[in-house]
């Protein structure tokens, strides 16, 4: 056990010794997001194949491209306007940032753009700036002086533009519920000896309450989930500091249909460190990833709530070989090379079904925006309030 192991311990434990007990959400707050000790503090390398997990920017800058590529369509969608802003929340290390930034100077040059990245943490903050200010061998200096960092996306005036969020949501404390003997309650985190145990207590928000409530019955017993309140909150002020334009979110989910199945009785909350999934929320407390899918219905009903309206929602797969198909062509009929090779490994990764194609959703929403016809990335989607059953 290290000594930051400890110590971060050692604050959660004299927190329910003052408060009785805490929520689980409560628990993942202080392990993933205590300013000193908590997992998204850690200096270290999370992401890649020497990280605690492989994700879309871990597979190359293609990812990025392509929504860049998806981005400008939006830009031209809303009548190419001066100013338009690109609000990026949970950058991680700033890899997705520079590979965004990169393609968008090659592509859109004429673009009045500027790059907003949300983050709270000032380690996390130095650690993204050295990375966009980094040259490699293939690639020239990324601009950055239309890159400004905030703390939250509420410090903001409303703006024109697009706010991501690419696996932000299944990274956000979540609630935990347990259903047994026809009653829900919360899981809640107290000690025993010293050490920590898990305890039911009565739910007391009116929000989960409210939230529960829609989770569809029957279900078998015991049967324990996640209600994740906090996403909800933050697709509101995601629409509250957007004047015009676009909300993308990027994550691990499912429709409230699916997240809620009778045959998931143990919830989607997993524990990941060193690319292995863990079973004990309290081993490793701040050295460990903790992490639930999204519920996209919940998603969705709270940013048509906030005023916006649902534009589309598919998986990878789909919006890769639609929002990449152009790509796809042009190395198709062009000679082999390593450039075409390594594409064509990028590529495949990130849409097949069998790799990464499945596991990634994509919502797109938007708010005082005109109709339009299916964008590149929506173009073989099905019917988005239908797949969510809205």
């Known amino acids: 056990m290290s000594n930051r192991n400890t110590e971060l311990q050692q604050i959660i434990r004299e927190e329910i010794v003052r408060l009785g007990r805490i929520t689980c959400e409560r628990f993942t707050e202080l392990a993933l997001y205590h300013p000193r000790l908590g997992y998204y503090s850690q200096e270290c390398l999370r992401v890649g194949r020497r990280g605690d997990f492989i994700t879309n920017v871990s597979v190359g800058r293609l990812f990025g491209e392509i929504l860049a590529d998806q981005i400008v369509e939006l830009w031209e969608l809303l009548g190419r ?10 950058a991680e290390s700033g890899e997705l940032a520079s590979d965004l930034l990169g393609r968008l100077t090659q592509v859109g040059p004429a673009i009045g753009w500027s790059y907003v990245i949300a983050e709270p943490n000032e380690l ?6 050295a ?32 706010i991501l969020g690419n696996e932000l949501l299944d990274a956000i404390p979540t609630c935990v519920v347990e259903f047994l ?6 899981v809640c985190v107290t000690l025993e000896n010293d050490s920590f145990k898990f305890s039911l207590e009565p739910i007391k928000d009116p929000r989960l309450t409210a939230r529960i409530a829609k989770i569809p019955l029957p279900l078998p017993q015991p049967y324990r989930t996640e209600v994740n309140l906090a996403a909800t909150d933050w697709i509101r002020d995601a629409a509250r500091n957007l004047r015009r334009g676009f909300i993308l979110m990027i994550d691990y989910g499912y429709s409230r249909s699916d997240y809620y199945s009778p045959l ?31 519920d996209f219905t919940a998603i969705a009903e709270a ?23 152009s790509r796809m062509r042009s190395f198709e009929s062009s000679e082999g090379g390593k450039r075409r090779d390594q594409f064509l490994r990028a590529y495949k990764t990130l849409m097949h079904p069998e790799m990464m194609g499945l596991a990634f959703k ?19 989607a099905s019917e988005a309030k239908k797949m969510l059953g809205l």
């Open 362 to 380: 994509y919502m797109l929403m938007g708010k005082n925006v005109p109709a339009t016809e299916k964008l590149s990335g929506f173009r073989y």
């Open 303 to 325: 940013g048509l709530e906030a005023g916006c309206q649902l534009i589309g929602f598919t998986d990878q797969h789909h919006f890769m070989v639609g929002a990449g198909e």
């Open 81 to 90: 306007p001066t100013e338009f802003t690109i609000v990026e929340a949970g």
């Open 181 to 186: 003997e026809d009653r829900w309650r919360e």
């Open 131 to 162: 990375r966009l200010h980094r040259k490699s061998d293939e690639q020239e200096l990324v601009p950055t002086r239309s890159v400004r960092w905030v703390r939250t996306i509420e410090e903001l005036e409303p703006i024109t533009g697009i």
């Open 124 to 129: 996390k903050q130095e650690q993204q700036k």
């Open 264 to 294: 998931r009785t143990e919830g989607t909350l997993a524990l990941y460190r060193n690319q292995q999934q863990q079973e004990n929320m309290f081993e490793g407390i701040g050295e460990t990833d903790i992490t639930a899918h999204v």
